[in-house]
């Protein structure tokens, strides 16, 4: 992982108050100048992260740009060793996570992206995915389940994004056949 990742995933782990540049460059044993350009990095990235002298720096509380840090931190114990792979725009989440299969990725490897220019829907058919209107992913999954059984993890999978937004976001969602989930009366 690169020094600017680190520097954020300290920032997202501290997301609620003020960590030093000092207190990073410590925990990272890196100069205080090395976590400065980091910020600065990340600021041009397109983070927004309030410094405040002598408090440091924290990720602003409308700061929502997606980062495998951003995504790990909600996840459960176990899958917190996951590989996370997060992209602006890519042709198709599920293409990249093929090509990382090939290479004998670990099972719960996630694709995130933004948008899609060539998504896939069921049966071939094309699935708009633009940019600014969604999150779309793909996770890596080796079942030693039957063939006739996989069918069900589309409907699982449904089942678990409209918990998790029932959950998360106090929004009551439904799901119309076989994996598109609604909410407030709008496809998620």
Known sequence: MSLKNHVLKVLEENRDHYISGQT???????????????????????????????????LAEDSDILSPASIKKYFAPEYKDSDIFVYKTVGSTNDVLKKMALDKAKEGTLVVAEEQTHGKGRKGKSFFSP???????????????????????T???????AESIDELCEVQTGIKWVNDVFGRGRKV
């Open 24 to 58: 990073m460059a410590n925990e990272l044993n890196v100069t205080r100048s090395a976590v400065w350009k980091c910020i600065k990095q990340l600021e041009e990235d397109g983070y927004c992260i309030e410094g405040v002298q002598n408090r440091g720096y924290k």
């Open 131 to 153: 940019y600014g209107k969604g999150i779309y992913m793909s996770i890596l999954l080796y079942p030693s389940f039957s063939v006739q059984t996989a069918g069900l993890l």
């Open 155 to 161: 409907s699982a999978a449904a089942v678990a994004v």
